[in-house]
């Protein structure tokens, strides 16, 4: 089955510095990459995603990298506000298809603590 | 709010017992999908079903079952509750059940003593 792993498990940075957390996956057949940030005794929140067909996707301050050969994906946060301050989980989900059981099954990372000092 | 709605929030119970868990989707979602959150496991998969059909399975206990009814809300049934069942248990919801986005619930809160 698919496996992800996620690294830093913690990451410090300044108010305003660019926060980066890789991760890397085992399934070639994956072909969706959510990115979730959840804060303390929350639920988990979708932030960014990107799909295999795609190398990078940008959404304001937010931006997800896709390597597909490879076989990793990055975030990046740029300008980190103190409100970034959360735990932040990549996922990854293979191609479903007839027979499969796969199908909407995420495989999450253990996780980033991102600690953003005002 | 995510739309997805999970009840109860809390819950504390005793070894051995049975509890359940429930979910409803956002209006329009036809697929659920349940994760176990611990704090040494991260976030696992459990199962999905779609429509009322299970879809998807991960490494639910025998212990665990789960269903989807024709209003499209699940259940999640813990039997015979060991102290290391106590996690959040997340229920998600998508519209169906490749390439769309997964929404999550709040949580509840399982206790086990």
């Known amino acids: 089955g698919e496996n992800v792993e996620q690294h830093p498990s913690t990451l410090s940075v300044q108010e305003g510095d660019s926060a980066v957390i890789k991760c890397t996956y085992s399934?070639?057949?994956?072909?969706?990459f959510p990115w979730y940030k959840q804060e303390l005794g929350k639920r988990p929140q979708l932030i960014i995603d990107i799909r295999s067909n795609v190398g990078e996707k940008k959404d304001q301050r937010i931006a997800v990298t896709l390597n597909k050969t490879a076989k990793h994906f990055s975030l990046h946060i740029t300008e980190t506000q103190p409100e970034d301050s959360a735990v932040y989980f990549c996922a990854a989900r293979p191609r479903g298809g007839a027979g499969g059981t796969s199908y909407g099954k995420l495989t999450f990372g253990q996780g980033t603590i991102l600690t953003v000092h005002p | 709010d995510s739309g997805v709605t999970q009840t109860p929030k809390h819950l504390i119970t005793a070894t051995g017992q049975r509890v359940t868990l429930r979910c409803s989707p956002r209006s329009g979602d036809l697929s659920v999908y349940w994760y176990q959150q611990s704090l040494d496991q991260g976030l696992q998969f459990l199962i999905q079903?779609?429509?009322?059909?299970?879809?998807a399975k991960g490494n639910i206990l025998e212990r665990f079952s789960a269903q989807q009814f024709p209003d499209l809300h699940s259940e999640l049934n813990l039997s015979s509750l060991e102290l290391g069942d106590s996690a959040l248990y997340f229920c998600a919801s998508s519209v169906m059940d490749s390439y769309n986005e997964q929404f999550f619930g709040p949580g509840t809160r399982l206790t086990v003593l």
């Open positions: 079903y779609y429509n009322g059909e299970e879809r």
């Open positions: 399934d070639s057949a994956s072909n969706y």
